[in-house]
């Protein structure tokens, strides 16, 4: 019994439908078809109950194919442990970065990665688009923001404190807010994600919410073109302590009205399937996160975060 034949019968089972499963597994029906005769050949007896309609699984089915997805997730298991004890990391990796983070951080972390492992090869996806996994042909994708789909395999970076930024040019020209409502009469650089423009800004203090809706001249669906703008003194923004913190650091920009606090965020490693989870991304998850604590620990003895 091979066992792509029995790859094919749990998909078939899953879908209840050969079509469906032909579909799932990029093969035709009738290849999918013969699997299942195979596998029901081998076994004699049937695994489902065939109808003009539909398709459900036999009483034999319901007996054996619990035990072979067992069997088919404890040899996955042992072939992913094999290679985890692999010292080496060779292959193709394809990971999805956010246009801020991913260019002015994530870039110089994967070349430290590449140099400590040669025979890796790169194809970065620089968007703070969506990412569909199999549509953008990527592998995993560094990104703000928790997992909203279920069927996402991921592991949490950091905790991401956001913040509202300015130069300290800007600040003496246009003055300091002191509280969310001084706003109102300052620049405000907007972000825009698709046709959503984020101009409704959302602070919090020991007491109580705000909620500020805002205007600006300049706005931008690229988070990198943001910071800039911030880091010219053309404005004030709201942005991921990551994102600011060469600028943060070097005094360039500054945290403003630290007691007010934007929604925090997380950052997180998103592969789109158990099986995509490899080696190599266990290290770059166990990369990112030494770098980002480094980053926040520097934010943080400077007193720039609580």
């Known amino acids: 019994m091979q066992l792509e034949d029995l790859q094919v019968v749990l998909t078939v089972a899953e879908f209840r439908s050969i079509t469906a499963a032909a579909t799932a597994l990029d093969m035709h029906t009738a290849t999918a078809s013969a699997a299942v005769k195979r596998v029901e050949a081998t076994l004699g007896a049937e695994l489902f109950v065939r109808t003009t309609r539909r398709l459900r699984l036999s009483s034999a089915g319901e007996r054996y194919l619990p035990e072979c997805e067992k069997a088919m997730q404890m040899l996955e298991r042992a072939k992913q442990n094999m290679r985890d004890d692999q010292d080496d990391i060779d292959g193709e990796i ?16 994967l070349d430290e990665f590449m140099a400590t492992n040669p025979k890796v090869t790169l194809r970065s996806h620089i968007s703070d688009s969506n990412i569909d996994f199999y549509r953008d042909s990527v592998d995993m994708a560094l990104r703000y923001g928790s997992p909203s789909d279920s069927s996402m395999y991921g592991f949490k970076i950091c905790d991401v404190p956001r913040l509202l930024c300015a130069t300290p040019d800007y600040l003496k020209e246009y003055g300091t807010p002191d509280q969310p409502n001084d706003l109102l009469s300052h620049n405000a650089l907007l972000y825009q994600l698709q046709d959503t423009l984020q101009d409704t800004w959302k ?7 705000y ?3 805002l205007k600006g001249n300049r706005a ?31 005094g360039t920009v500054i945290n403003v009205m630290p007691e ?3 929604t925090s965020t997380e950052l997180w490693l998103i592969c789109p399937s158990r099986q995509s989870i490899t080696p190599s ?26």
Do not use: H
């Open 220 to 250: 931008s669906n690229d988070g990198d073109l943001v910071r800039r703008w911030c880091a010219s003194g053309s404005g004030l923004a709201i942005k991921s302590c990551l994102d600011m913190a060469p600028d943060l650091l070097s």
């Open 203 to 209: 602070f919090s203090d020991e007491k109580q919410d």
């Open 281 to 306: 991304v266990r290290q770059l998850r166990d990369l990112f996160r030494e770098k980002t604590e480094s980053i926040l620990n520097q934010l943080s003895s400077k007193g720039i975060l609580d």
């Open 260 to 262: 007010y606090k934007p």
């Open 94 to 109: 394809r990971i999805a970065l956010s246009s801020d983070l991913g260019r002015n951080l994530v870039a110089p972390w």
């Open 211 to 213: 909620k500020i809706k």
